[in-house]
């Protein structure tokens, strides 16, 4: 309803999800009453946004693991690790901020666009350990306290770990 009136389109809830990506709503939205809106480039727009700012200074303040967001998922099945790193690229591909890291300039923090070739996932298998599953977790719970470099892209770290030929993590 706010798109709506922000923009006198007339979109359903339809139209939201028949688009897959939101460059394709964008467009879909501003065909609808022709409005003109141009975007600027990700490599030109240097300043940070008002979280990565914030993220920013505290990291200056207390260097560590006060940013990392760690999660898991258990998956059940066969896993196809190179349709996973596939899938990863295609992440990268369509999200820059994938390739984004923080740097400084003048003495003031911007974004920089890093050319990320590939997303690091690898597969540690642990299908000879006795305790992989604890061991798995243990090995996540020390990766989160490892301090993140924010200079560097990408802001994220990916891991399978392989239980049991059908079971991972």
Known sequence: AQINKKFGSSLTLKDIFQQARFQSFAKHVLNQNQ?????????????LSMAQERMWYVEQLSPGPVHNLPGAWILHGAFDH??????????????QVLSLALGLAAGAPIRVLQNVTAIDCP????????????????????????????????????AVYRLTDAKHI
């Open 123 to 158: 597969l540690i298998d642990l299908t000879q350990e006795e305790q992989a599953q604890s061991y798995a977790v243990r090995h996540m719970e020390e990766i989160a306290m490892q301090a993140f470099s924010l200079d560097q892209a990408p802001l994220a770290h990916f």
């Open 35 to 47: 409005t003109s809106v141009e975007a600027i480039p990700l490599s030109q727009d240097q300043r």
């Open 82 to 95: 190179a349709a996973w790193n596939r899938a990863l690229k295609a992440l990268k591909e369509q999200h």
